[in-house]
């Protein structure tokens, strides 16, 4: 049981300022988007509706940094602009379930229980009833667990429901589930997911893949799936877009998203300068190992890119000034917080980026590293190859395929129609999570 301090109350949470990292009001917080939980776990909050510059827009919970009585505060100063839209799965807690009826009792507000970690989440844990009496008298109210009232949260089609289940798989899984369907099933079950959980499952399939699953999707939701995803891993899929698409997209983007896209796209395929991604830690020589590990913790970084900061002079985006070196985490988890970067940086091998891939692997093979810096001729940062970025050019193109290929052959997924999903190809996949966890 949750003690009910530690419960937020949605209705509160519907009249709270949207603020930027700052603290500056930037909107309202309209409405609170929940989809279901896997199994019998609770519904969670997959984000906020805010209005904002008169328009109504849509606030994912893991751009948010704290939630308390002052407002909903952000993690950084931009928002999305691009309006809400409520998919197939989602709910929303104040137009869905706010005044449904339950027997003589009416929905009036909604607990939420906030989970932290490297990952917080906020999910429904009670519902709160009221019931009137006789005329003018006043109203009686309880609390109860969000499960007895389960059926307000359920997914309403078995394509939700499927949304539902696959939202907390290994997006990794969830690749080679989606493999194994017809391609409008595949669409179906895209269409289905949010932005977020659609990006992860882009960058676990081969490009030729990720443009059959988008096709059919329009700008919007095109550019706010290719918001969530990693730049190295967009400029492979825009890459293989034709030009008059590739186009469209570039322009409808952020400018300065659109020139690191840009830059990223005029390296040849097969070169350091293809594979790299700008999105590093980089600080100055002066910053303190305590601000290096504020921006290691920041759980929206991938874990190969929060293992090292690398050091330059200013300017500190890419292109950056002069480069120094690398500070690997472990190295700031011995050093006392006030310690400069600059008296802990590490000289290690970085390469050009026109250097071929192949070459890349020999060197983080040669030298053990998890990361190498890509500097140009004139010792300037312009990002850098993760080994899990060459590992997916080791590996045959097919691979996937051929991991798949086993379940396919017992639980084929070509016999299901358009839009229902395979029961045996979903229990299959269940059953290869069960192992690759074990």
């Known amino acids: 049981m949750t003690p009910a301090t530690d419960f937020i109350y949605a209705y509160r949470i519907m009249r709270l300022p949207l603020l930027d990292a700052g603290g500056a009001p930037i909107g309202k917080i309209d409405d609170i988007v929940v989809v279901p939980g896997r199994g019998n776990e609770a519904p969670r909050v997959l984000g906020f509706v805010a209005s904002s510059q008169r328009r109504r827009i849509f606030v994912t919970a893991a751009r948010v940094a704290s939630l308390d009585n002052t407002g909903v505060r952000l993690k950084s100063y931009d928002i999305d602009l691009n309006p809400f839209r409520l998919r197939e799965g989602e709910r929303l807690l104040g137009a869905d379930v706010f005044d449904k009826k339950h027997g003589d009792e009416t929905v009036v507000d909604v607990a939420l229980h906030h989970q932290g970690g490297h990952n917080p989440v906020w999910s429904v844990a009670k519902v709160r009833l009221a019931k009137r009496g006789a005329l003018l008298a006043r109203p009686t109210f309880r609390l109860v667990e969000w499960n007895e009232l389960a059926a307000l949260f359920a997914p309403a089609t078995p394509v939700a429901a499927e949304a539902a289940r ?97 830059q990223l796209l005029s390296w040849p395929e097969g070169t350091a300068g293809a594979l790299m991604t700008p999105e590093v830690i980089v600080l100055s020589p002066e910053a303190t190992v305590a601000e290096a590990l504020a921006h290691v913790r920041d759980p929206e ?136 966890q074990q």
């Open 166 to 262: 696959l939202r907390n798989m290994h997006p990794s899984d969830v690749a080679t589930f989606i493999a194994a369907l017809p391609i409008e099933q595949r669409r179906t079950i895209a269409a289905a997911m949010d932005d977020e959980r659609l990006a992860d499952v882009l960058e676990e399939l081969p490009e030729d893949e990720q443009l059959r699953l988008i096709e059919g999707l329009d700008l919007d939701r095109l550019n706010s799936v290719f918001d969530e995803m990693e730049f190295d891993d967009l400029a492979d899929l825009l890459g293989k877009m034709g030009i008059e698409q590739r186009t469209q997209v570039l322009e409808s983007m952020d400018e300065d998203d659109a020139d690191t896209m840009r």
């Open 301 to 436: 970084r991938h874990a190969s890119i929060a293992a090292q900061v690398f050091v330059t002079h200013g300017p500190h985006e890419p292109p950056t000034g002069g480069y120094m070196g690398v500070v690997h985490f472990q190295r700031l988890l011995r050093e006392p917080p006030q310690t400069k970067l600059k008296d802990c940086v590490q000289h290690e091998p970085t390469i050009p980026p026109t250097m071929p891939e192949r070459d890349v692997m020999t060197r983080l093979a040669t030298y053990n590293l998890l990361s190498v810096a890509v500097v140009d001729a004139g010792n300037h940062l312009l990002g850098a190859i993760t080994v899990d970025d060459v590992l997916d050019r080791a590996l045959p193109g097919d691979w996937r395929r051929a991991q798949i290929a086993p379940s396919v052959a017992h639980h084929p997924a070509s016999h299901p129609t358009s839009h229902t999903i395979n029961p045996s190809t979903s229990q299959a996949t269940e059953q290869h999570t069960a192992r690759s």
